[in-house]
């Protein structure tokens, strides 16, 4: 059985990445940095890489808020219409939308998995090298000839991969038990824990991974108060946020709601913080909405906030306690 290292970030697509990272930064807290911000003239799209932690030891996991550019993309000339592929699969209209969901692996499991597409003559796309991303981009559900995205695949779930070596990670976040953050502050971010992914039929999904990836859940739980099941994947970088994967039970409970309205797709960003209450009482003082729910079975039976998604342009975010 396959399992990939981590989840490279939890990303959205937005109309003004910098708007939604001066959003990102004076709402919740998450850290910002010049460098942090990407942008290619070969490859025409801006992203910033936000950390909750500096440390990508700490916190491996990125949000990144992103755009692509109308303009000529010598890098990835495919990738205007490989977008608009997925863009029908998700709905133009729907209020989060995914470029991708980046996993990321060891090249040699990469390249196993490349190959096991290969032979099975399963639909993938490979973007040629470059000297900006000099290293294999893997993307599930298309090909070069025929690019409106299939989840035949992937069961619906947007994936690419890249190879872990590129990113550069520390040593250190392959240490077990993972670095932590030394006398966090009461409030304080601490990692993003968990990035959920809404679709019509999760044993759909689960099987398509299982498939076509070797890739299993950790665990499927049914979760009677949140109105979903959940298939939780994980990762062998533990303190990567997982991917859960949620098929509602109910029509009317919010994911219900959320997927009926605007279809399968991204759904939570769920962030991880020292002393909930007083993340809470932070963002009262701030004069941000949100709900204080007291027990959410999604996190376990323990509180949970979920921010009013019009506090950040329709983007949902949730906050669970986590100790030091």
Same mark, same amino acid.
């Given at each position: 059985?396959?399992?990939?290292?981590?989840?490279? #970030?939890?990303?959205?697509?937005?109309?003004?990445?910098?708007?939604?990272?001066?959003?990102?930064?004076?709402?919740?807290?998450?850290?910002?940095?010049?460098?942090?911000?990407?942008a290619?003239?070969?490859?025409?799209?801006?992203?910033?890489?936000?950390?909750?932690?500096?440390s990508?030891?700490?916190?491996?996991?990125?949000?990144?808020?992103?755009?692509?550019?109308?303009?000529p993309?010598?890098?990835?000339?495919?990738?205007?219409?490989?977008?608009?592929?997925?863009?029908?699969f998700q709905?133009?209209?729907? !209020?989060?939308?995914?470029? #991708?969901?980046?996993?990321?692996? &060891?090249?040699?499991?990469?390249?196993?998995?490349?190959?096991?597409?290969?032979? @099975?003559?399963?639909?993938?796309?490979?973007?040629?090298?470059?000297p900006?991303?000099?290293?294999?981009?893997?993307?599930?559900?298309?090909?070069?000839?025929?690019?409106?995205?299939?989840?035949?695949?992937?069961?619906?779930?947007?994936?690419?991969?890249?190879?872990?070596?590129?990113?550069?990670? !520390?040593?250190?976040?392959?240490?077990?038990?993972?670095?932590?953050?030394?006398?966090?502050? !009461?409030g304080?971010?601490?990692?993003?824990?968990?990035?959920?992914?809404?679709?019509?039929?999760?044993?759909?999904?689960?099987?398509?991974?299982?498939? +076509?990836?070797?890739?299993? !859940?950790?665990?499927?739980?049914?979760?009677?108060?949140?109105?979903?099941?959940?298939?939780?994947?994980?990762?062998?970088?533990?303190? #990567?946020?997982?991917?859960?994967?949620?098929?509602?039970?109910?029509?009317?409970?919010?994911?219900?709601?959320?997927l +009926?309205s &605007?279809?399968?797709?991204?759904?939570?960003? @769920?962030?991880?913080a020292?002393?909930?209450?007083?993340?809470?009482?932070?963002?009262?003082?701030?004069?941000?909405?949100?709900? &204080?729910?007291?027990?959410?079975?999604?996190?376990?039976?323990?509180?949970?906030?979920?921010i009013?998604?019009?506090?950040l342009?329709?983007?949902?975010?949730?906050?669970?306690?986590?100790?030091?």
């Open positions: 059985m396959s399992k990939f290292e981590m989840l490279l #970030s939890a990303d959205m697509m937005v109309p003004d990445p910098d708007a939604m990272t001066d959003l990102l930064v004076s709402k919740l807290g998450i850290h910002s940095h010049p460098k942090w911000r990407q290619f003239d070969n490859h025409p799209y801006i992203a910033h890489f936000l950390r909750v932690q500096k990508l030891a700490i916190a491996p996991t990125r949000i990144e808020p992103q755009v692509h550019l109308d303009r993309n010598p890098g990835d000339p495919l990738f205007h219409d490989h977008l608009k592929g997925l863009e029908r709905g133009r209209h729907r !209020p989060m939308l995914t470029h #991708s969901v980046v996993l990321v692996a &060891w090249r040699e499991k990469m390249e196993a998995l490349i190959e096991r597409l290969h032979d @099975r003559k399963l639909r993938f796309r490979l973007a040629q090298r470059t900006e991303m000099p290293f294999d981009r893997l993307w599930l559900g298309v090909t070069p000839e025929d690019l409106a995205y299939d989840p035949s695949v992937d069961g619906g779930l947007c994936i690419e991969f890249i190879p872990l070596e590129p990113t550069q990670m !520390p040593a250190e976040v392959f240490d077990v038990p993972p670095p932590r953050v030394a006398n966090p502050a !009461p304080e971010l601490l990692r993003v824990t968990a990035r959920g992914f809404l679709v019509r039929d999760l044993d759909f999904t689960i099987g398509k991974l299982r498939d +076509n990836l070797d890739w299993e !859940p950790e665990q499927v739980d049914t979760l009677p108060g949140e109105g979903y099941r959940r298939a939780r994947m994980g990762f062998t970088i533990g303190h #990567s946020a997982a991917l859960d994967i949620v098929e509602p039970t109910r029509w009317d409970s919010p994911a219900g709601l959320y +009926n &605007w279809g399968p797709g991204p759904y939570f960003i @769920r962030l991880g020292f002393d909930l209450a007083a993340k809470a009482d932070q963002l009262k003082e701030q004069g941000i909405a949100f709900q &204080w729910v007291p027990e959410s079975d999604a996190v376990g039976g323990g509180p949970l906030i979920r009013d998604p019009r506090e342009d329709g983007q949902i975010f949730e906050i669970e306690g986590l100790a030091a």
